[in-house]
């Protein structure tokens, strides 16, 4: 049985959006939402770029954008798209040639604005290009960059504004019977973005890419999001989601799962609850935090760990975790095994031993998981 079910406080009704494919990933309808991140290197420097893919479909990206501004980055979008793990979106601007080349170069996904790049020939043949090579597009609208007609009308960049805008893309889309688009109404400001974004969701059915643009650096954007994107996603809106950090965007996937985890909306790795720690603490529990945090980076199955520093809080937390530390006194502690009380263990071999424990639970849930699965066959 679902937490869900035993708690139906916890539950998040997400919007009914139409389900698009990102290349094999789906996006919208009941698939589960989607992480993406974006390059910063030059694209026509492909190992760079798919260093970079990789390590951040490493740590669970599903998709990765990348952006095409000339003829040398879509020539190199060919080898890159090849190669990579995962499905590749690429970013286009005004220039519909670079969209078709990237369409021809196996991007999975063009973010281009079909009401920016030109004539209605020019949509044409962009749409074509993307029917021809099973690409999705991605309208994505900036309030940085709203056409003229609506700041006029508008007088600045506003939620109607914006959403005005993604409905006059998406109708050129749809005048040219092509309906495999998601959109996104981004904005650094978490006001206008959040009421753009719930503006949006009862103007359409196509799904969400979430967004808080340029959100800032690593501490600042992440605050940024979780705020604006988190409270979105809450309110069940958001299909796709891009964390935008000025930082490695190995983070900004990070940030992400955080988002979707603490929510329940997708489970990655390990959830480590921790206390803050004060003078009760039987152990050190900042520097453990974030010694287990990296040695368990490897483990992707989705279960729980609480590091608590003393009895106040300690077996309550464990109860609700797979496998549970609480500090005691004397140099040990407790070790907690599916909420229940286990053994106790030296302060100064706890670090291996929970490793240990955490990698023997994450096999027994993959084993159990795997025996679920045929069972249901
Ligand atoms: S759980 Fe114990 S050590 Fe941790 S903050 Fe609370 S009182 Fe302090």
């Not at 978490?190 to 009862?202: E, G, H, K, R």
């Not at 359409?204 to 940024?224: C, F, N, Q």
């Not at 030296?346 to 069972?375: G, L, P, T």
Request: hydrophobic content about 40%; overall charge negative.
């Amino acid at each position: 049985m679902s937490l869900h079910a035993v708690r139906p406080w916890r539950e998040i009704q997400r919007r009914k959006s139409r389900q698009i494919m990102v290349g094999r990933v789906p996006v919208g309808g009941d698939a589960p939402i989607s992480v993406q991140t974006m390059t910063n290197t030059d694209t026509s420097d492909v190992k760079a770029t798919l260093d970079q893919i990789i390590r951040a479909a490493d740590v669970g990206a599903d998709i990765v954008r990348v952006s095409t501004p000339d003829e040398d980055s879509t020539r190199a979008l060919r080898e890159i798209t090849r190669e990579s793990p995962v499905p590749i979106v690429a970013d286009i601007h005004f220039h519909y040639k670079r969209a078709i080349e990237a369409a021809e170069a196996g991007a999975a996904c063009l973010r281009i604005n079909p009401g920016n790049i030109g004539d209605a020939k020019r949509v044409a043949e962009v749409v074509r290009a993307a029917k021809d090579h099973g690409c999705s597009i991605r309208i994505g609208v900036n309030a940085g960059s709203l056409e003229r007609h609506l700041l006029e009308k508008y007088a600045e960049p506003c939620p109607a504004a914006m959403v005005e805008s993604g409905l006059d893309h998406i109708k050129l889309l749809q005048d040219h019977d092509f309906h495999e688009f998601k959109i996104s109404v981004k904005a650094s400001d978490v006001f206008l973005a959040a009421a753009a974004y719930q503006q949006l969701a009862d103007a359409t059915d196509a799904p969400i890419h979430l967004g808080i643009t340029e959100a800032g650096g690593l501490m600042s954007g992440t605050i940024k999001s979780a705020i604006g994107m988190g409270n979105l996603l809450w309110m069940g809106i958001g299909d796709t989601i891009r964390v935008s950090l000025s930082a490695d965007p190995v983070e900004e996937v990070k940030v992400g799962f955080e988002i979707l985890k603490s929510l329940g909306l997708r489970h990655r790795g390990v959830n480590i609850i921790s206390c803050p720690s004060c003078a009760r603490q039987g152990f050190d529990v900042i520097k453990t935090v974030e010694t287990l945090e990296k040695r368990l980076e490897h483990v992707k199955t989705p279960m729980s760990l609480s590091i608590i520093g003393c009895v106040v809080n300690g077996p309550g937390e464990a109860l609700m975790t797979d496998v549970g530390f609480t500090g005691g006194g004397a140099g040990n502690g407790m070790v907690y095994l599916a909420g229940k009380q286990s053994h106790r263990m030296s302060n100064d071999q706890m670090i291996d031993h929970i490793v240990e424990q955490v990698e023997a639970k994450a096999a027994e849930i993959e084993a159990r998981d795997k025996a679920a699965a045929k069972a249901a066959e």
